[in-house]
């Protein structure tokens, strides 16, 4: 079984950078894809940005595009959200996922499979 941690998550202010990370461990890991969501409470799970394990395509949701990067580390099996001029509403549980099933997108919740516990990221103005 995998299990995927994530870490990196905090209190910051508006127009900080911040930087998450999604660690998968357990059996051979080779995943389709990997990604990030977010949920605020009373909402639903949001897409923020997912990778393609092996050619390293990357997806964003439109609220974060060109503020949030993700990429990977495939020899590590990591994978990491840096979190650019963050503002408030990007205050939210930031999941990581993983697609280990066959599937041709990975910009949907259910295309994911395996999902970390989450980490809080909380921006002040």
């Known amino acids: 079984q995998v299990l995927l941690t994530e870490s990196g998550g905090g209190l910051v202010q508006a127009g900080d950078s911040l930087r998450l990370s999604c660690a998968a461990s357990?059996?051979?890991?080779?995943?389709?894809?990997m990604g990030w969501f977010r949920q605020v409470p009373g909402k639903e799970r949001q897409f923020v940005a997912s990778i393609r394990w092996k050619n390293n395509s990357q997806y964003y949701g439109r609220p974060v595009q060109g503020r949030f990067i993700i990429s990977r580390d495939n020899d590590r099996n990591v994978i990491y959200l840096q979190m650019n001029n963050v503002v408030p509403s990007d205050t939210a549980m930031y999941y990581c996922a993983a697609v280990q099933r066959t599937s041709a997108t990975i910009t949907f919740e259910d295309d994911y499979d395996t999902w970390g516990q989450g980490t809080q990221v909380t921006v002040s103005s």
């Open positions: 357990g059996r051979t890991f080779s995943p389709v894809g």
